[in-house]
């Protein structure tokens, strides 16, 4: 979901079975303090997930901007008390130096903000020698070279802190071939596509944000989700850019009714492989 504005993030997000499941991986991996593999195809709700655990979209503004006082500002220093998680996507092509003066500074940014939360409307106090942060969260991790893995390696061992990276289905094979980095793996997460019951869920709820009632005892209805699950197979990103399109040709043609003919007509503007 990384390609998504904040207000879409915000608007697309459904607490999903998967979801919940990498809540769990990921408290189990901050609690006891190891590395964490979370991988599945892309579009699948990964990044969101992440995001959402962290709270990156309330508290990286704070940490973008260090010099914010408002009462939004206070609130996200809470919300980072409470996470103690720092996510982080590394750039492309990047360098061992880069990422290592990048994240260290937005360590050193999450640590004055909660050192701030803890000591509000106080002045003249010291940062505590230890870190805050207990979990830091790698998106797209095969940006990562063997030396910036090393280097995350390296730094589980010297701090203790709880690691998550997050890939594409075959990461973990890769990082088998690194056996000091892969022994240390204490937990995996293959992230799925939605099936099922829950595909219906989310498609309840896609139909409901368009001021619809989805009934799948009516043909209409049931030809349409049909044709939806065969297209997105599952994909949340798709089904968000699917529903997108289909609520703009709703409201171009002044329709009440998502049929099979409009949800062709909205995957005919979408660019995503054959089905």
């Known amino acids: ?3 998504l504005t904040r207000a879409e993030r915000e608007g697309a997000f459904i607490a999903t079975k998967e979801h919940r499941r990498f809540v769990e991986f990921a408290t189990a991996v901050r609690r006891h303090r190891t590395i964490g593999l979370c991988f599945g195809p892309a579009g699948v709700g990964k990044t969101l997930s992440a995001r959402r655990f962290a709270h990156w979209d309330q508290v990286e503004p704070l940490i973008e901007d260090p010099r914010r006082s408002d009462p939004a500002a206070a609130a996200a220093r809470a919300v980072l008390d409470r ?3 720092l996510f982080h996507t590394p750039t492309v092509m990047g360098t061992l130096r880069d990422l290592r003066e990048t994240l260290q500074a937005r360590v050193d940014r999450v640590d004055m903000r909660i050192d701030e939360h803890h000591h509000r409307g106080e002045t ?4 505590s020698w230890d870190s805050f942060v207990e979990l830091l969260i790698f998106d797209e991790s095969e940006r990562l070279s063997t030396a910036a893995l090393e280097f995350i390696r390296d730094r589980f061992d010297r701090t203790g802190v709880g690691v998550i990276l997050i890939g594409m289905p075959g990461m973990e094979k890769r990082l088998a071939r690194f056996p000091q980095l892969y022994s240390r793996v204490g937990f995996a997460h293959h992230y799925r596509t ?5 595909l219906a869920f989310v498609l309840t709820r896609h139909w409901r944000r368009l001021g619809l009632e989805l009934d799948d005892a009516d043909f209409t209805d049931a030809q349409a989700i049909a044709s939806i699950a065969r297209i997105t197979g599952g994909n949340f990103r798709l089904l ?3 529903f997108v399109q289909i609520g703009r040709i709703l ?3 002044g329709l009440t009714a998502i049929t099979d003919d409009v949800v062709h007509a909205a995957r005919s503007t979408l660019v995503i492989g054959a089905t």
Do not use: F, K, P
Request: charged share 25%.
């Open 1 to 3: 979901m990384a390609t």
């Open 83 to 85: 996470s103690r998680t």
């Open 124 to 127: 003249g106090w010291l940062v």
């Open 194 to 198: 939605l099936q099922g019951d829950e």
């Open 240 to 242: 968000h850019r699917l």
């Open 251 to 253: 409201r171009i043609n």
